[in-house]
């Protein structure tokens, strides 16, 4: 496991829920579709490149950045994965069972990605 400073902690949590509250609030204020592109906003993982440049310096921040990103590009195409058939299965079962239903699907794929990846 990855020990993680409290500075790089709080530059995780800043971020991310600084994300939610602005998209949140670019909804309320401009639409449903305006917010849900700002919520796609890649918080976590600029949170997470900021923070390996606060433990890594030289030729190993470089790899660490590069798997890294790596892993971001593959999590980026399950949640459009996602979001499409969370745009599927909403308006067919509900908010509550399609959004249970999509995230599911997340979990699952993204275990599998883990584990395809992993061994």
Not at 23 to 42: Q, W
Not at 77 to 94: F, K, M, Q, S, T
């Amino acid at each position: 496991m990855v020990d993680l400073s409290i500075g790089a902690l709080l530059l995780r949590f800043v971020l991310g829920g600084g994300a939610v509250v602005i998209s949140t609030l670019v909804a309320r204020n401009l639409g449903e579709k305006a917010g849900g592109i700002f919520a796609a906003f890649p918080a976590v993982y600029l949170a997470a490149l900021l923070t390996v440049g606060l433990d890594f310096r030289g030729e190993e921040l470089v790899a660490h950045s590069i798997l890294l990103s790596k892993g971001a590009i593959v999590g980026m195409a399950i949640n459009i994965l996602v979001a499409i058939l969370a745009g599927y299965l909403l308006p067919r079962h509900g908010w509550k069972r399609g959004l249970a239903q999509a995230m599911g699907f997340w979990l699952v794929v993204s275990m599998a990605v883990v584990l395809i990846t992993t061994y």
